[in-house]
């Protein structure tokens, strides 16, 4: 049962980020007064659910928002803290064990980055073939959760890593330096 429960929560969690970018898109149709054009303009991507730009940032490793639950309560990104590095008065210490935690994050997230291309680019050619079936659908579409799941908690993790290397009145600092205070 356990098994199955997080199962649902990993599926649930990639179909809520799926939901919410087709609404962002939709809802720029409405304002837009095209609600009848449909998606004809994204149906010469490479990877149809992918736009140029966020396959781009899944390979950069960039944030894509998904630490905003760390980063908005006070729990800051290494690469943040390091562009703020003097003000923050950080150590060598701190510097360096920021910028480690910078190139792990790239390297973890850039991995994973490339999984979800993979496997969107897998869904995006079983449907475009016409070979997709029920149970094929259901594994990609779990994998895809998954590894989206593993990509977020690999940007979180990094915020937690921060504050255990931070002063409680550096991170004061560093929410005032942000906007946060």
Do not use: C
């Amino acid at each position: 049962m356990r098994k199955f429960l997080t199962s649902l929560t990993v599926v649930l969690v990639a179909v809520g980020g799926s939901w919410a970018m087709a609404q962002s898109h939709t809802g720029q149709h409405q304002r837009h007064g095209q609600a009848g054009a449909g998606y004809a303009e994204l149906s010469t991507r490479k990877v149809k659910a992918l736009s140029d730009e966020q396959i781009a940032d899944l390979r950069a490793a960039k944030g894509m928002g998904y630490a905003l639950a760390a980063e908005l309560n006070g729990y800051p990104g290494p690469l943040h803290v390091l562009q703020l590095a003097d003000q923050l008065s950080l150590s060598q210490a701190q510097r360096a064990e920021m910028q480690t935690q910078v190139d792990n994050m790239k390297r973890d997230a850039s991995t994973l980055g490339e999984d979800v291309i993979a496997l969107e680019t897998e869904l995006d050619q079983l449907f475009a073939t016409r070979t997709i079936t029920s149970a094929r659908l259901d594994e990609v579409a779990a994998q895809i959760g998954r590894k989206q799941a593993a990509l977020r908690a690999s940007h979180l993790k990094y915020h937690l890593s921060t504050v255990a290397t931070l002063s409680p009145e550096q991170i004061d600092i560093y929410k005032k330096l942000r906007g946060y205070q």
